[in-house]
């Protein structure tokens, strides 16, 4: 941990309001966590927020060094690495990254929330923490209970190649997932847009929203469910999730939109093509379904017969 003293002077002030003053790139809500988490004290003391400081007052607080590396987490699910860019296979269960933006602006605040793929990147590579490249080297992003290939530039040069791929849909993505109930043919295609229609939290398909276009193939089936390959076409937010919950086949443990229990979410990033940034030439990486991916699988086929 990296300990900071600061001797506060001048009128009476709020001490979530006095550190969000000091310390710039945090929001005064990221700040009210620390300070109800303890990791910022008034002489050596816990105070509340809105404890009111005196001149004098001596305010010290406790962030995240970016220090020694720690690789154990993130060698784990590396599957490729170069000098531009590295491929992970990320958990389902683990967010890309933390909701607050903070760690955009000061990306050792990632450190401080729960353990998300740029935190392991940021303990791993500590070069990608410097701001020489934007949003710790993402170009694209999973859903939390998504699991699969992610791609993480390494260098600007990389980051804006990559992100003009997936721009201008140059990049094919693969995904496998579990249904609810078998389509009625075996291949399909969803041409629907999505967005977010006024007063509604939920994206949806929507008349008004942007163009999405997914297309599938089934590849297994029971009774009662199917597996698919999906192919987006387009990337927009939870994409396949909602496409197939409105053609009445929602990801199974999918509870945003309307898929039965499962332990998981039954969705994985499986391959993804695109042109090496300073290869120039096309570049495929794959990751097979992982272990609780297909003891779920499993255990729907058993229970379908």
Not at 94 to 112: F, G, K, Q, T, Y
Not at 162 to 179: A, D, I, N
Request: glycine letters at 8%; a positive charge.
């Amino acid at each position: 941990m990296k300990t900071q003293a600061m001797i506060f002077e001048g009128a009476p002030e709020r001490l979530d309001v006095f550190i969000t003053r000091s310390e710039s790139g945090l929001s005064r809500e990221f700040v009210k966590r620390m300070i109800n988490d303890g990791r910022a004290l008034v002489n050596g003391t816990v105070r509340k927020p809105s404890f009111l400081l005196e001149p004098g007052d001596s305010v010290t607080i406790d962030l995240p060094a970016m220090g020694k590396k720690e690789t154990a987490a993130l060698d784990s699910i590396i599957i490729y690495e170069d000098k531009d860019l590295l491929a992970v296979s990320k958990p389902a269960g683990v967010s890309v990254h933390p909701n607050d933006s903070n760690w955009e602006r000061r990306p050792e605040a990632c450190l401080i929330c729960e353990p998300t793929l740029v935190s392991m990147l940021l303990r791993a590579r500590p070069e990608l923490g410097n701001n020489k490249v934007p949003r710790m080297g993402l170009v694209h992003r999973l859903d939390r209970d998504t699991s699969g290939l992610m791609l993480v530039a390494k260098t600007l040069q990389a980051q804006t190649a990559l992100q003009t791929q997936f721009r201008e849909r140059l990049v094919e993505k693969t995904y496998v997932g579990v249904v609810g109930g078998v389509p009625s043919k075996k291949t399909g295609s969803i041409d629907a847009p999505i967005g977010r229609a006024s007063g509604f939290k939920k994206i949806k398909v929507w008349e008004y929203g942007r163009a999405a276009l997914t297309d599938f193939k089934v590849t297994e089936k029971t009774g009662k469910h199917a597996m698919l390959e999906v192919y987006p076409r387009t990337g927009r937010t939870n994409q396949i999730r909602i496409h197939l919950e409105f053609i009445g086949h929602p990801i199974v443990g999918d509870r945003l939109y309307a898929g039965e229990r499962a332990s998981r979410l039954m969705l994985h990033s499986r391959e993804i093509t695109f042109m090496h940034p300073s290869k120039n030439k096309n570049m495929t990486l794959k990751v097979e379904l992982p272990e609780d991916f297909l003891r779920e699988w499993t255990k729907i086929k058993k229970a379908d017969k």
